[in-house]
C-alpha cells in the first residue's frame, strides 16, 4: 500500500491518485494529512504537497486539486523529455518533475469543456478548442505516457511493489442511426424517397432503391450477417449501439415496435454487445431517454449496460448526469468524430468526475481515439493510414485500448471494410 500525504485531502485527490494508482497501476492507496503518521510510516510512501517533508518520494503539488469549481488555470506546456507536460515544479531534479495528478485530473475531468469557448455548428466542444490541439499533442495519449513515467519512479523508489502489468487491445464499436436504408422504412417514406431523388437528379441512388425492395441487391446499411460472420472470427466482442428513438427529421430509424427490426437487434445480441445509441431527444430529454432505455432493456431482455450518443453531442456535466440518473455506468461517447486523437488525452476507461458537485461517479467513460470517417477521403479514395498507424502505436506504447468508431453506413464503400478487417487481422 502506498501512503500519501498531502496537507488537504480532497474529493479531486482522492479521485485522480485512485484512478492513477489503483485503476491503473494496481497499487492500493491511503491518505494523511498528519506529518507524524507519514513519518512513522515504514512502507512505501508518497508526499504530495509544496514542500518535501523529508527524503520520500516528493510531487509538487499545484493548487488545482485542492480547488473547488471552475476558474482560469494558467497552462504552459513544457517538454519532458520528449513528453509534453504542464504543471512544473520548481525542482527540475526531481524524480517527477511534474504534478502529473493535477495535469492528469485537467484532462480527465475535462475542465477546459466547463471554460467558456467556442461550439461547433451542433454545439459541441470542437477538438480545435482544446489545449491538445493547440499544443500538437492531441494524437498522444499524454496521460497514459505520464503514468508509464511515474511507474518509472514507484518501480525505483520501491522495487518490492508490484505493478499491474496493463495489456494493448483493439475494441470496435459500430453505431446503427438507421439499420436499412431503403428497406422496412414503410410506404410513406419509400415513396418520399423516390420523391425527393427523382426532384433532385439522383437517378442512380432511385435505381439502386428499386433493385433493393426488388430483392435484387442487398440494402447499402445492412451489413449485419457480415457484421455477425466477422466476429465470430475475432476474440474481441464487438460493441453494436442501436437508436431507438421516435421518428423524427433526426431520428429515421426502423419503428423499434417492428419485429423485424427487434429480432436484428436480437440476432446481433448473441454475437456482439448491444448497447443504446441516445437519439438527440434522449440527449435532451430525461423522460425520453428513460424510454429509450425502456425499449432496448424489452428486446434484449438485459439491463442496459452502454451507451453512445448520437452525434457526439457531450455537454458537461448534464449529458453524463441523465445517463447516470437512468443508472447507467459506461459510456463510449468520449472523443471526436471528425478529428483523430484523444479528447481526455487517454486511451484507458476513466470514472467521469463531476465538477459542479465536486464527487466522483460510477458512470466509466471510455474513449475513443478515431472514428473512421475522420481517416477516410472517399472524394480521393483514400485512407490516412498514417494517422491511423501512428495513434494505434502510440496507444500500443502505453499498452492502451485502441477504441475506433463505426457506423453501419459507413460500409457503404470499400475503405471502411479495409480499415475494419485490418484492425482485426494485425491484432489477432
Same mark, same amino acid.
Given at each position: 500500500?502506498?501512503?500519501? &500525504?498531502?496537507?488537504?485531502?480532497?474529493?479531486?485527490?482522492?479521485?485522480?491518485?485512485?484512478?492513477?494508482?489503483?485503476?491503473? @497501476?494496481?497499487?492500493?492507496?491511503?491518505?494523511?494529512?498528519?506529518?507524524?503518521?507519514?513519518?512513522?510510516?515504514?512502507?512505501?510512501? #508518497?508526499? &504530495?504537497?509544496?514542500?518535501?517533508? %523529508?527524503?520520500?518520494?516528493?510531487?509538487?503539488?499545484?493548487?488545482?486539486?485542492?480547488?473547488?469549481?471552475?476558474?482560469?488555470?494558467?497552462?504552459?506546456?513544457?517538454?519532458?523529455?520528449?513528453?509534453?507536460?504542464?504543471?512544473?515544479?520548481?525542482?527540475?531534479?526531481?524524480?517527477?518533475?511534474?504534478?502529473?495528478? %493535477?495535469?492528469?485530473?485537467?484532462?480527465?475531468?475535462?475542465?477546459?469543456?466547463?471554460?467558456?469557448?467556442?461550439?461547433?455548428?451542433?454545439?459541441?466542444?470542437?477538438?480545435?478548442?482544446?489545449?491538445?490541439?493547440?499544443?500538437?499533442?492531441?494524437?498522444?495519449?499524454?496521460?497514459?505516457?505520464?503514468?508509464?513515467?511515474?511507474?518509472?519512479?514507484?518501480? +525505483?523508489?520501491?522495487?518490492?511493489?508490484?505493478?499491474?502489468?496493463?495489456?494493448?487491445?483493439?475494441?470496435?464499436?459500430?453505431?446503427? !442511426?438507421?439499420?436499412?436504408?431503403?428497406?422496412?422504412?414503410?410506404?410513406?417514406?419509400?415513396?418520399?424517397?423516390?420523391?425527393?431523388?427523382?426532384?433532385?437528379?439522383? #437517378?442512380?441512388?432511385?435505381?439502386?432503391?428499386?433493385?433493393?425492395?426488388?430483392?435484387?441487391?442487398?440494402? !447499402?446499411?445492412?451489413?449485419?450477417?457480415?457484421?455477425?460472420?466477422?466476429? =465470430?472470427?475475432?476474440?474481441?466482442?464487438?460493441?453494436?449501439?442501436?437508436?431507438?428513438?421516435?421518428?423524427?427529421?433526426?431520428?429515421?430509424?426502423?419503428?423499434?415496435? =417492428?419485429?423485424?427490426?427487434? +429480432?436484428?437487434? =436480437? @440476432?446481433?445480441?448473441?454475437?456482439?454487445?448491444?448497447?443504446?445509441?441516445?437519439?438527440?431527444?434522449?440527449?435532451?430529454?430525461?423522460?425520453?431517454?428513460?424510454?429509450? =432505455?425502456?425499449?432496448?432493456?424489452?428486446?434484449?431482455?438485459?439491463?442496459?449496460?452502454?451507451?453512445?450518443?448520437?452525434?457526439?453531442?457531450?455537454?458537461?456535466?448534464?449529458?453524463?448526469?441523465? /445517463?447516470?440518473?437512468?443508472?447507467?455506468?459506461?459510456?463510449?461517447? @468520449?472523443?471526436?468524430?471528425?478529428? !483523430?486523437?484523444?479528447?481526455? +488525452?487517454?486511451?484507458? !476507461?476513466? /470514472?467521469?468526475?463531476?465538477?459542479?458537485?465536486?464527487?466522483?461517479?460510477?458512470? @466509466?467513460? &471510455?474513449?475513443?481515439?478515431?472514428?473512421?470517417?475522420?481517416?477516410?477521403?472517399?472524394?480521393?479514395?483514400?485512407?490516412?493510414?498514417? +494517422? #491511423?498507424?501512428?495513434?494505434?502505436?502510440?496507444?500500443?506504447?502505453?499498452?492502451?485500448?485502441?477504441?475506433?468508431?463505426?457506423?453501419?453506413?459507413?460500409?457503404?464503400?470499400?475503405?471502411?471494410?479495409?480499415?475494419?478487417?485490418?484492425? #482485426?487481422?494485425?491484432?489477432?
Amino acid at each position: 500500500m502506498l501512503l500519501v &500525504y498531502t496537507h488537504k485531502i480532497t474529493p479531486r485527490v482522492t479521485y485522480i491518485f485512485k484512478h492513477v494508482c489503483t485503476r491503473v @497501476m494496481g497499487i492500493k492507496v491511503s491518505f494523511t494529512s498528519k506529518v507524524e503518521d507519514f513519518i512513522a510510516h515504514d512502507g512505501p510512501k #508518497l508526499s &504530495y504537497t509544496q514542500k518535501q517533508l %523529508g527524503n520520500e518520494l516528493h510531487i509538487s503539488a499545484v493548487d488545482l486539486l485542492f480547488e473547488q469549481g471552475v476558474m482560469d488555470v494558467d497552462i504552459q506546456l513544457q517538454d519532458w523529455d520528449g513528453v509534453p507536460c504542464f504543471f512544473a515544479s520548481k525542482s527540475s531534479e526531481a524524480l517527477v518533475p511534474y504534478d502529473i495528478f %493535477g495535469a492528469a485530473f485537467y484532462m480527465l475531468s475535462r475542465y477546459e469543456e466547463y471554460l467558456p469557448h467556442v461550439k461547433d455548428a451542433l454545439g459541441r466542444f470542437p477538438a480545435s478548442e482544446s489545449i491538445a490541439y493547440k499544443h500538437h499533442f492531441l494524437d498522444r495519449p499524454v496521460v497514459d505516457e505520464w503514468i508509464s513515467r511515474f511507474k518509472e519512479a514507484i518501480r +525505483s523508489s520501491f522495487p518490492s511493489d508490484k505493478i499491474k502489468e496493463l495489456q494493448f487491445e483493439t475494441q470496435v464499436v459500430v453505431d446503427v !442511426p438507421q439499420a436499412y436504408a431503403f428497406r422496412k422504412i414503410g410506404f410513406l417514406r419509400t415513396v418520399g424517397g423516390y420523391g425527393r431523388d427523382f426532384i433532385n437528379f439522383r #437517378l442512380k441512388q432511385n435505381f439502386i432503391r428499386t433493385q433493393v425492395l426488388l430483392g435484387l441487391r442487398k440494402d !447499402p446499411f445492412d451489413i449485419f450477417s457480415w457484421l455477425v460472420n466477422v466476429q =465470430k472470427q475475432s476474440s474481441s466482442r464487438f460493441k453494436v449501439f442501436f437508436e431507438l428513438g421516435d421518428y423524427t427529421e433526426d431520428s429515421k430509424n426502423i419503428k423499434y415496435s =417492428k419485429r423485424s427490426f427487434q +429480432s436484428l437487434i =436480437k @440476432m446481433v445480441g448473441d454475437y456482439s454487445c448491444v448497447g443504446l445509441l441516445v437519439s438527440k431527444k434522449g440527449a435532451k430529454s430525461i423522460t425520453e431517454l428513460k424510454e429509450e =432505455k425502456r425499449r432496448i432493456e424489452y428486446i434484449t431482455n438485459r439491463p442496459l449496460k452502454q451507451t453512445r450518443i448520437t452525434d457526439y453531442k457531450i455537454t458537461l456535466p448534464t449529458s453524463y448526469r441523465n /445517463l447516470l440518473d437512468q443508472e447507467i455506468l459506461e459510456d463510449y461517447t @468520449m472523443g471526436y468524430p471528425d478529428t !483523430p486523437g484523444f479528447r481526455a +488525452s487517454t486511451s484507458t !476507461p476513466f /470514472l467521469f468526475y463531476d465538477l459542479d458537485y465536486e464527487i466522483q461517479t460510477p458512470l @466509466m467513460i &471510455y474513449p475513443f481515439c478515431i472514428h473512421v470517417n475522420a481517416i477516410i477521403d472517399e472524394n480521393k479514395h483514400t485512407v490516412d493510414s498514417v +494517422s #491511423l498507424t501512428k495513434i494505434k502505436n502510440a496507444v500500443k506504447n502505453v499498452k492502451g485500448v485502441f477504441l475506433i468508431a463505426f457506423s453501419n453506413s459507413d460500409f457503404t464503400n470499400i475503405y471502411s471494410k479495409k480499415v475494419f478487417r485490418t484492425l #482485426l487481422t494485425t491484432d489477432e
